[in-house]
């Protein structure tokens, strides 16, 4: 599968089933609601995948500053996209889905602890995304089942952001997508 950067970040690496990010100054994906505000500046590694499917993997962050993000994301263009994963709010770790059409929504779960990586899944059948995380890699927790889009052809990969910094670290690991 051909895999490209929706904004590449200043460094990065990949080897085997390991890519490794440092994320750029002042990086987000976001629109309008509450903040007022546009960013699609994230970094997004993907490939394009039609029909259903499940992504996994595994993410391993340097979380210390305010919204340092990781995860995955779904998208099919910059006004309708899903991301999930962990963001760092205040200290704290979240598993996150902010789920855009148009304007964005935001929902949080705290984690316990946190975790030094987190697993996450995302199921996509027709229209809907069901997201789950994992703090072993072996059961999994769903947190949102969500309309998305009825486009049948999306880009999915690893995303990571820093809207407060530059630097932030992050490890993906055996990143995989089976069709369902």
Known sequence: M?????????????????LTVTSGLNTDFWRKTHYGFIRDTGHFYYQEVTGDFSAVVKITGQYEVLY?????????NDLTWLKSGIEFVEGVQYASVVITREYSDWSVVQLPQNPTSLWLKLERRGSAVEVKYSL??????????AYLTEAETVRVGPMCASPEREGFQVVFEDFQITPL
């Not at 051909?2 to 390991?18: C, L, S």
């Not at 340092?68 to 099919?76: C, F, K, T």
């Open 136 to 145: 072993d890699g072996e059961q999994y927790t769903m947190i949102r089942l």
């Open 2 to 18: 051909m895999k490209k950067w929706h904004n590449a970040p200043p460094v990065w690496k990949q080897q085997q089933q390991t």
């Open 68 to 76: 340092d993000q990781a995860g995955l994301m779904i998208r099919e």
